[in-house]
T-cell receptor, first 114, second 115 residues
Framework: GQQLNQSPQSMFIQEGEDVSMNCTSS?????WLWYKQDPGEGPVLLIA?????ELTSNGRLTAQFGITRKDSFLNISASIPSDVGIYFC??????????????FGTGTLLAVQP | DTGVSQNPRHKITKRGQNVTFRCDPI?????LYWYRQTLGQGPEFLTY????????KSRLLSDRFSAERPKGSFSTLEIQRTEQGDSAMYLC?????????????FGPGTRLTVT
């Protein structure tokens, strides 16, 4: 199945550092979402973006909807140990009659050393 | 407000057996989705319900798979004659149109192991 390109594949950082990851697609989406998944659990929604160029924050997380509508970025500031997990981007098409199914990225594994 | 729930959380079965999973969406969410996730990959779309109608099925959903959502509430996903390649995490998500779009909320998943 189709998966979006997400980078980096993994990151190993020190507590307190800032983190950046991105997601690119060959297709245009009109919604981008970012999820975090812990081992053995389902993805948890972090941020949803609905407009090209939109910049949205959720606490220490900031995400942007790329102006080409083919990419999105997630930044985490001042990382803490509980930020550990796998981060997934997901693209979605919303228009009349669409299923709004999510196309996921390949994931970024984040490890934070205290 | 309870989230999406899925049962069982884990299922171990022998090849050739049938299995059934259940998903209870967030109440009043009219859209329900099933995804499959294998190790090291992102979830992949399987099928979608709007109320009780199944409106889309992925090519990943072979003839051995069937999903239902009677009365537009909970949903079941059945796999007949399981194969080792069916081993994966099966995720359910539900959504309702918010002010800006259809944000999907996931359940904890059912981990299937076929031996």
């Amino acid at each position: 199945g189709q998966q979006l390109n997400q980078s980096p594949q993994s990151m190993f950082i020190q507590e307190g550092e800032d983190v950046s990851m991105n997601c690119t697609s060959s297709s245009i989406f009109n919604t981008w979402l970012w999820y975090k998944q812990d081992p053995g659990e389902g993805p948890v929604l972090l941020i949803a973006l609905y407009k090209a160029g939109e910049l949205t924050s959720n606490g220490r997380l900031t995400a942007q909807f790329g102006i080409t509508r083919k990419d999105s970025f997630l930044n985490i500031s001042a990382s803490i140990p509980s930020d550990v997990g796998i981060y997934f981007c997901a693209g979605q098409t919303n228009y009349g009659g669409a299923t709004n199914k999510l196309i996921f990225g390949t994931g970024t594994l984040l490890a934070v050393q205290p | 407000d309870t989230g999406v729930s899925q049962n069982p959380r884990h299922k171990i079965t022998k090849r050739g057996q049938n299995v059934t999973f259940r998903c209870d969406p967030i109440s009043e969410h009219n859209r329900l989705y099933w995804y499959r996730q294998t190790l090291g990959q992102g979830p992949e779309f399987l099928t979608y319900f709007q109320n009780e109608a199944q409106l889309e099925k992925s090519r990943l959903l072979s003839d051995r798979f069937s999903a239902e959502r009677p009365k537009g509430s909970f949903s079941t996903l059945e796999i007949q004659r399981t194969e080792q390649g069916d081993s994966a995490m099966y995720l359910c998500a539900s959504s309702l149109r918010s002010g800006r779009g259809y944000e999907q909320y996931f359940g904890p998943g059912t981990r299937l192991t076929v031996t």
